[in-house]
């Protein structure tokens, strides 16, 4: 009978047991999936961080964005951590950060000051011309680029009109128009450099005005017909099919580079995008190029294309746009709007007025008339 009051004490034991490890074994099943979905979010991130390594994306654009700050002046410049506006008078500069705090400023208060490329320019008016203008010829006018933190980098006192500046390579490029003829300038701080003179009309369109752009030593500018100069010497070197070879396909400019298209190189044909992979020739889109994400070209007024093929998925309202990496936000038809990379749906949208001007390391900032709203997540 012992015999079997042991057996009868035993058998309960058995399931007993086996009811206690059951808790550990889907334990460590639930462990061992988390571990799992840890190291597939691991190798996600690091796949991502790979795919935009080097590339200057926005912030975060997961969730809304908010106004930061207003300013009743013009956007001059816009840094990588501040954006430096003009007075509302368009003269003088300020700079400020993203929470509108002023870095540095007013500065040059009283002169009209313009954007430039790397740069912002302001001019000293001549003794002898009227406020606002520069007197043609005059020995007196002088220009000041000023760096991202409000100092003098460099100071030209160039002679004739300045229509239109850019600031490349530590020196000034004038462009203006006389009698229907592209003049171009090039000015040191020690003084004249080059001129060049068109022999026939290139006139900048209504719309805009003249383009210019620069690279390994070519200086383009863009009118009614593109222009390509020598750098250095300011002659004229070639007609405008010369820009479409394939080597400058290695020229490439991209907004965001996500490397997820291989072979695809991106390239600016006057005021077109054109892209090629592996050499060949697939599409062609009316700038300006604002992403390439997720084998999404986006460019133009918006439409975003299959980088592959040049195929349109979407196109949006706007004026411009950049990315985070993973969504695309469109500035233009009265907000900012976050939408998905491949089908164009909204994700978020908030009221702005106004146009896209540029955006930095911590928003975008937005110009409606003179007023500039900067925008943060």
């Excluded at 009265?334 to 106004?354: E, H, I, Q, S, Y």
């Amino acid at each position: 009978m012992r015999e079997r009051d042991d057996l009868e004490v035993e058998i309960p034991t058995e399931p007993s047991r086996a009811r206690r490890s059951h808790p550990t074994w889907w334990a460590a099943l639930g462990a061992g999936l988390v571990a799992i979905a840890v190291l597939a979010q691991g190798h996600a991130s690091a796949a991502r961080a790979a795919r935009l390594a080097g590339v200057d994306v926005s912030p975060s654009l997961a969730a809304p964005w908010h106004t930061a700050w207003t300013d009743p002046g013009p956007v001059l410049a816009v840094y990588r951590h501040s954006v430096v506006l003009s007075g509302p008078d368009g003269t003088g500069a300020v700079a400020r950060d993203a929470s509108g705090t002023v870095v540095w400023g007013p500065v040059r208060e009283g002169s009209p000051c313009a954007p430039a490329s790397g740069a912002v320019l302001c001019r000293t008016i001549s003794a002898t011309g009227s406020a606002g203008t520069v007197t043609t010829g005059g020995d007196r006018q002088e220009a000041v680029a000023l760096d991202e933190s409000g100092r003098v980098s460099a100071t030209y006192r160039p002679t004739g009109a300045l229509s239109s500046w850019w600031f490349l390579d530590g020196t000034l490029i004038a462009v203006a128009q006389e009698q229907g003829h592209l003049v171009v300038d090039r000015w040191a701080p020690e003084g004249f450099v080059w001129r060049y003179r068109s022999s026939d009309a290139v006139v900048a369109p209504v719309s805009y005005p003249f383009s210019i752009g620069q690279g390994d030593g070519w200086l383009l500018i863009g009118g009614t017909r593109a222009v390509l100069l020598d750098l250095a010497t300011g002659q004229e070197v070639s007609s405008k099919a010369s820009v479409r070879a394939p080597a400058d396909f290695a020229r490439a400019t991209f907004v965001v580079r996500d490397r997820s298209v291989p072979g695809l190189r991106v390239a600016l044909d006057g005021q077109d995008v054109v892209g090629a992979v592996d050499g060949r020739s697939s599409w062609r889109v009316a700038g300006p190029l604002w992403a390439l994400v997720s084998g999404v070209v986006v460019a133009g007024g918006v439409t975003a294309l299959d980088a592959r093929d040049g195929a349109e998925l979407w196109s949006a309202p706007g004026d411009g746009a950049f990315s985070d990496g993973d969504l695309v936000a469109v500035v233009g038809d009265g907000g900012l709007t976050a939408r998905r990379v491949r089908d164009g749906a909204v994700v978020w949208r908030v009221p702005v007025a106004g146009t896209y001007v540029g955006r930095n390391a911590d928003g975008v900032a937005v110009a409606d008339g003179a007023v500039t709203t900067f925008l943060t997540p």
